[in-house]
T-cell receptor, first 114, second 112 residues
Framework: GQQLNQSPQSMFIQEGEDVSMNCTSSSIFNTWLWYKQDPGEGPVLLIALYKAGELTSNGRLTAQFGITRKDSFLNISASIPSDVGIYFCAGQLGNTGTASKLTFGTGTRLQVTL | DGGITQSPKYLFRKEGQNVTLSCEQNLNHDAMYWYRQDPGQGLRLIYYSQIVNDFQKGDIAEGYSVSREKKESFPLTVTSAQKNPTAFYLC???????????FGSGTRLTVV
């Protein structure tokens, strides 16, 4: 099955630095979502985007829905140690049937050093 | 509180044995999903169900089986036909809506 391309695959940053990651697709989506997975746990929804060009914030996190509907970006400002984890993007085509099934990205592993 | 519960958190299985992983949700979600995650890897879809008494194969269904007899429950059986079953298994559920999935906390299966 299709997986969305996320980059970078992994990153090591120092506490206090800003982080940027992106997700690209060969096909369009009508909803983009970003999840974070802590070690040994299930992913948790961070941000949902519903409109092309939309920019949405959740605390230190900001995400954008690309205008082509084929990409999305996530930024984390002033990183802290608890930001460690794997970040997944996900695209959704529609609301019903198989169109509501999510397509996940390959993940970006973030490690923060003090 | 509403949520999705996976049990057990850790499971050990001898080679050649079948084992069943539990997933229960009280969110009144219509759809449920099973994913497999290998170390350092992404999520791969095993099976999904959009309605009671119906389910479809995902990308890696071979060696697995599921049932959906109740809206709240979607158990996954890892059979002896699955050649490399050691992995982290995640269950998720959702409405048929653009609001994403709610995930359980996972079951780590180890074959000994």
């Amino acid at each position: 099955g299709q997986q969305l391309n996320q980059s970078p695959q992994s990153m090591f940053i120092q506490e206090g630095e800003d982080v940027s990651m992106n997700c690209t697709s060969s096909s369009i989506f009508n909803t983009w979502l970003w999840y974070k997975q802590d070690p040994g746990e299930g992913p948790v929804l961070l941000i949902a985007l519903y409109k092309a060009g939309e920019l949405t914030s959740n605390g230190r996190l900001t995400a954008q829905f690309g205008i082509t509907r084929k990409d999305s970006f996530l930024n984390i400002s002033a990183s802290i140690p608890s930001d460690v984890g794997i970040y997944f993007c996900a695209g959704q085509l529609g609301n019903t049937g198989t169109a509501s099934k999510l397509t996940f990205g390959t993940g970006t592993r973030l490690q923060v050093t003090l | 509180d509403g949520g999705i519960t996976q049990s057990p958190k850790y499971l050990f299985r001898k080679e050649g044995q079948n084992v069943t992983l539990s997933c229960e949700q009280n969110l009144n979600h219509d759809a449920m999903y099973w994913y497999r995650q290998d170390p350092g890897q992404g999520l791969r879809l095993i099976y999904y169900s959009q309605i009671v008494n119906d389910f479809q194969k995902g990308d890696i269904a071979e060696g697995y089986s599921v049932s959906r007899e109740k809206k709240e429950s979607f158990p996954l059986t890892v059979t002896s036909a699955q050649k490399n079953p050691t992995a982290f298994y995640l269950c998720a559920s959702s409405f048929h809506s653009p609001y994403g999935y709610t995930f359980g906390s996972g079951t780590r299966l180890t074959v000994v």
